[in-house]
């Protein structure tokens, strides 16, 4: 054997690989456990679904909250880069508020913990995993208005708030009746503007 094999095969080495595959498996497992039953979740359905001891994922994240902060900073990251993307995919600055809207509530809206999280930001200030969001909410809000196409009187807050309560909203309704919280969001969105409603979305027929 050469060295370099005896290096890759090394107990150290091994070990080390071990724990990382340890520790991904967490962050999986705490992932869909934490988007179905949200920040109330037992750390233990976390280990048994990755298969891994209760020391074992205590020595990766000694908290519960380590491990919702890890796993929670990783959705966040990807919710707000499908929200940029969403944000800069038509020129049309109204376009892109609404678009921005939807994308936001269909893909993340079914987290529970993404969706509690995100909510803290306004009862507990100091809460700062929303706040890249709410920036692009806020250049959404500014080119909007530049172009005529939003109520002058809207605030960034007023559109973090109402993503806020819709995200609840669409967790409330079922999964095969989407039609119900796409009325809502038409509704609120046709609040937001001067112009004639649009229509609102209809049931779909099975």
Same mark, same amino acid.
Not at 1 to 17: D, L
Not at 112 to 136: D, K, M, S
């Given at each position: 054997?050469?060295? =370099? !094999?005896? &290096? =890759? *095969? &090394?107990?150290?080495?091994?070990?080390?690989?071990d724990a990382e595959r340890n520790r991904a498996a967490i962050i999986e497992a705490a992932a869909g456990v934490l988007a179905e039953q949200g920040c109330t979740v037992d750390v233990r359905e976390i280990a048994q679904r990755s298969g891994v001891g209760m020391g074992t994922l205590y020595r990766? $994240?000694? *908290?519960?909250?380590? +491990?919702? /902060?890890?796993? +929670? !900073?990783?959705? $966040?990251? *990807?919710?707000?880069s499908e929200a940029r993307q969403a944000a800069t995919a038509t020129e049309d600055p109204r376009a892109a508020l609404e678009e921005f809207f939807e994308q936001a509530l269909v893909n993340q809206?079914?987290?529970?913990?993404?969706?509690?999280?995100? @909510? !803290?930001?306004?009862?507990?200030? =100091?809460?700062? @995993? /929303?706040?890249? +969001?709410?920036?692009?909410?806020d250049e959404l809000r500014e080119r909007a208005q530049r172009a005529g196409k939003l109520r002058p009187d809207i605030t960034t807050d007023d559109l973090a708030l109402l993503l806020a309560a819709l995200s609840q909203t669409v967790q409330m309704t079922p999964v095969d009746k989407p039609w119900l919280w796409r009325r809502q969001l038409r509704v609120c969105l046709d609040g937001l503007n001067c112009e004639? =409603?649009?229509p609102l979305p209809v049931a779909e027929r099975h």
């Open positions: 054997m050469t060295r =370099a !094999e005896h &290096s =890759a *095969t &090394s107990p150290k080495r091994v070990r080390r690989a990766h $994240f000694p *908290t519960k909250e380590d +491990l919702l /902060g890890t796993v +929670l !900073e990783r959705e $966040f990251a *990807t919710w707000t809206a079914h987290h529970r913990a993404v969706v509690e999280r995100y @909510c !803290e930001n306004w009862r507990h200030p =100091a809460q700062t @995993c /929303g706040q890249p +969001l709410v920036r692009i909410i004639h =409603a649009a």
